[in-house]
T-cell receptor, first 116, second 114 residues
Framework: NAGVMQNPRHLVRRRGQEARLRCSPMKGHSHVYWYRQLPEEGLKFMVYLQKENIIDESGMPKERFSAEFPKEGPSILRIQQVVRGDSAAYFC??????????????FGPGTRLTVL | TQLLEQSPQFLSIQEGENLTVYCNSSSVFSSLQWYRQEPGEGPVLLVTVVTGGEVKKLKRLTFQFGDARKDSSLHITAAQPGDTGLYLCAGALGSGGGADGLTFGKGTHLIIQP
């Protein structure tokens, strides 16, 4: 059973460009979460999505950041007009839907974004 | 303000020693998870605790959830070099039974010297 997959693993962008990060959840998982990890800081929750729906985006910056999880295909985290402060590791996690049981989150290997 | 405080931040001990790391908060969590993260990789789930006072064992690792569900500890017996890594605690503030974004501590960097 393949784990959570993220690509690319490393992404380099110049200031002002767009970054697209992809996440394929584990088989059978329909919940996807995105987190950001800045150097010397803990992981910070950004957004929680189910298929075609954003459930909670309270941790996502209001500008330049967007996320989607279409009916078909991976979840996408999109950062427009990147700035140096966006340089970080971005992690995706997925969880299954099992009524009455806490949905544990399983993480992918992350995408390391570097903005030059 | 960090919602989940982990201590110590750094710990370096000799192989064979025992250790305990702590995860504390003033908030009540519906569940708490411990992860281990290697450099350049994503966190790997070790355990989930959901009931106040719950104790779970995973080989030489013992996890405890506080009675009030505000704190947790991880105890490692006879530490080995393979235990080296970043240990993260993460809690869910929601009502439980559902899916919530997790709140993470900054982690404990553990080094076990041979």
């Amino acid at each position: 059973n393949a784990g959570v997959m993220q690509n690319p693993r490393h992404l380099v962008r110049r200031r002002g460009q767009e970054a697209r990060l992809r996440c394929s959840p584990m088989k059978g998982h329909s919940h996807v979460y995105w987190y950001r990890q800045l150097p010397e800081e803990g992981l910070k929750f950004m957004v929680y999505l189910q298929k075609e729906n954003i459930i909670d985006e309270s941790g996502m910056p209001k500008e330049r950041f967007s996320a989607e999880f279409p009916k078909e295909g991976p979840s996408i985290l999109r950062i427009q007009q990147v700035v140096r402060g966006d340089s970080a590791a971005y992690f995706c996690a997925s969880s299954p839907v099992r009524s009455g049981i806490y949905n544990e989150q399983f993480f992918g290997p992350g995408t390391r974004l570097t903005v030059l | 303000t960090q919602l989940l405080e982990q201590s110590p931040q750094f710990l370096s001990i000799q192989e064979g020693e025992n250790l305990t790391v702590y995860c504390n908060s003033s908030s009540v969590f519906s569940s708490l998870q411990w992860y281990r993260q290697e450099p350049g990789e994503g966190p790997v789930l070790l355990v989930t605790v959901v009931t106040g006072g719950e104790v779970k064992k995973l080989k030489r690792l013992t996890f405890q959830f506080g009675d009030a569900r505000k704190d947790s500890s991880l105890h490692i017996t006879a530490a080995q070099p393979g235990d080296t890594g970043l240990y993260l605690c993460a809690g869910a503030l929601g009502s439980g039974g559902g899916a919530d974004g997790l709140t993470f501590g900054k982690g404990t960097h553990l080094i076990i010297q041979p």
